[in-house]
């Protein structure tokens, strides 16, 4: 697990200019570096050694060193993919995963990424083509950036290193603001900075003579749901593939723990790999009971006979952290569970390397709570013909506030415009409240739509499913997993989200993945058999925090009502506006995710545009410098 960067050579860039970009992702790698460089191409490489600690150095070269490969991730089918190319003749010298990918792309291109499995981002430079070659793990485990602006090309496993080059512009995509405000992060190739795109879960670059293009060369659809399954043949598969998965996901030569929590996917994942050998389990959590899991965690880490590390934060811990966080999210991300992932995976560094997770299974198997509004909204729409929903929600939409008004002003509206996760934090006319300027707010809904429309053959249950693995998976959940894990030198796996478990969830219909009782009912199922019933059937909490109480603590709200007006607030929002969102919350109307996302988006905006604003976030960034 590393980092890496590089880019395309050009005039009058300072030969320390790599090692600059390398050191500013040190925390990624922090057990080795090293370098390449030649008239057009430079790339640095900083390690964090799991497989063959003592050999394995990257920048790493092909036999005629040719090709130049830096790599950050696993591949759990190397082995494999290293016989058939030792079939081929070619000669390994490490027991690493890396190799694979050099010779297997000399063997095959592109094809090779057909048959890896595992989390990766990796570049490959040929010094004959004199092309650059990037490409990104099936669902967007591991980060990978671009800048391209026409004239600079950079890349890098986290934004930040490209502060370091000269010929970087450093330039807020302010016409993604209002997509922010709604979605908490963005569900596209753009970021927050303009000229700064993500190469895309499934998708490879190569960049050659100055243009750049992307290719697809994986897509998760649902073109094959088998509608034959039943909820038991279908537990029976997911024992079989998640046994096998976490067995792939354990492979290292320094230990391995686990998150735990005390919901059904981390306690799965740990009671499997403990099936494997001792594992030792890490669960996140507060002095307050109320918010805590760690009685749960710790009664089945028990039961499996397992040692469990419980860590404890509290409300300095969170608000303190809030703009280092910022700065190792490279983007404004607000999910408010982040911050116990940064304590739970620093504690967890202390002990091990590697820990594994539960990341993926709600996605997969239909594990979120918001699938079952799927059930009222068929039927509705079902049997109450289009034009009769509009009037009776052109109708609710002019009436007081009653029981039942949103649900008849929701069921005229395409899922597309619907989907809680779209709006999710500020509706278009929330955001054209808090805005400085409106005339900048969009229509969130049209800006995804297209994902809708990949799947709108099919039922809305597994269109919210498809959307949240384009989109909430790997622009939340995972991206908050790798960076407030690789910040703490910490490698996470994720077993659940799997090339090879995700191949048997496109096969799955709604029966077996939902019921209007249950979610993910066929995981359960299977965890059922394996575990203690009242941790398969437990519901599901995400990470419960006292941040919307926190919110009114005098100590923490001056904080927030102080950035509400700083220069970086009044620059970007209404600040009486805020103020009202404040007032709201203290009078029991809970505005947390509006709070927070507004709080986060200006810390954010503090750290990497301090020129902008007379705060002194900077100094409150620990270990860094922008």
């Not at 494999?80 to 010298?93: N, Q, S, T």
């Not at 005339?439 to 919210?464: C, L, P, R, W």
Request: aromatic content about 14%; some cysteine.
């Amino acid at each position: 697990m590393c980092g890496f960067v590089g880019y395309v050579n050009q005039k009058d860039v300072p030969e320390n200019t790599i090692n600059d970009m390398a050191d500013r992702i040190k925390h990624r790698g922090p057990d080795d570096e090293a370098y390449f460089a030649n008239d057009d191409v430079s790339m640095g490489f900083r390690r964090l050694s799991i497989i063959d600690l003592a050999h394995g150095a990257q920048p790493m070269y092909n036999a005629d060193q040719t090709k130049v490969l830096t790599f950050n991730g696993e591949i759990y089918n190397y082995k494999e993919i290293r016989e058939e190319l030792r079939d081929l003749g070619y000669v390994f010298k490490t027991d690493v995963d890396s190799e694979v990918l050099i010779y297997g792309y000399e063997e095959w291109g592109p094809a090779l990424l057909d048959k890896l499995r595992g989390m990766f981002a990796f570049v490959i430079y040929d010094q004959k083509k004199n092309e650059v070659f990037g490409a990104r793990d099936h669902f967007g485990i591991k980060p990978l950036y671009y800048y391209d602006d026409g004239d600079t090309f950079l890349w890098g496993s986290e934004i930040k290193a490209f502060l370091e080059h000269p010929s970087f512009k450093k330039q807020l995509n302010l016409r993604l603001l209002p997509i922010h405000l709604s979605f908490e992060f963005i569900p596209s190739r753009e970021t927050m900075f303009k000229n700064v795109y993500k190469l895309l879960p499934g998708q490879y670059f190569l960049h050659k003579d100055g243009k750049t293009e992307t290719h697809r060369y994986f897509k998760f659809n649902y073109d094959h749901i088998d509608n034959s399954q039943t909820v038991e043949g279908d537990a029976d598969k997911i024992g079989k593939l998640i046994d096998d998965s976490v067995k792939a996901h354990m492979i290292a030569d320094v230990e391995v723990g686990s998150f735990l929590s005390s919901g059904i996917d981390s306690s799965y994942v740990l009671n499997e790999a403990a099936k494997l050998k001792p594992i030792q389990s890490f669960s996140i959590g507060f002095h307050h009971s109320k918010y805590s899991e760690l009685a749960w965690s710790t009664e089945f880490a028990k039961t499996i006979n397992q040692k469990n590390t419980p860590i404890y934060m509290d409300g300095d811990d969170y608000f303190n952290f809030l703009p280092t966080m910022m700065y190792y999210m490279d983007e404004p991300l607000s999910n408010p569970a982040a911050i116990q992932l940064y304590y739970l995976s620093r504690e967890t560094s202390k002990h091990v390397k590697v820990a594994l997770s539960g990341e993926g299974a709600d996605e997969f198997f239909g594990g979120y709570n918001t699938y079952l509004e799927a059930i009222p909204f068929d039927r509705y729409q079902k049997y109450v013909p289009k034009p009769v929903r509009k009037g009776l929600a052109a109708v609710a939409k002019r009436l007081p506030r009653f029981h039942g008004k949103r649900f008849l002003v929701r069921g005229a509206q395409p899922l597309s415009e619907r989907y809680y996760r779209v709006n999710y934090v500020f509706n278009y006319e929330d955001r054209n409240k808090v805005l400085k300027d409106p005339s900048i707010n969009v229509d969130s809904g049209a800006y995804t739509k297209h994902i809708f429309d990949d799947v709108a053959d099919k039922d809305e249950m597994t269109q919210m499913e498809y959307f949240d693995i384009n989109t909430w998976l790997p622009y939340d959940i995972l991206h908050k997993a790798d960076r407030m894990s690789m910040c703490n030198s910490l490698e996470v796996r994720v077993p659940f989200v799997d090339k090879e478990v995700a191949k048997f969830a496109e096969t799955m219909p709604v029966k077996t993945r939902i019921t209007p009782d249950e979610t993910k009912i066929s995981l359960r199922t299977s965890a059922e058999r394996e575990m203690p019933k009242k941790t398969a059937l437990k519901e599901k909490l995400g990470f419960p925090s006292p941040i919307a109480s926190w919110i009114n603590d005098p100590k923490y709200h001056d904080r927030i009502v102080h950035a509400f007006h700083s220069d970086t607030g009044q620059k970007f929002f209404n600040t009486d506006q805020l103020d009202r969102l404040l007032k709201q919350h203290a009078e029991g109307k809970s505005n947390m995710q509006k709070i927070f996302t507004i709080y986060t988006f200006i810390l954010w905006y503090q750290v990497y545009f301090p020129e902008d604003t007379t705060e002194n976030t900077v100094s409150l960034v620990h270990r860094t410098q922008i």
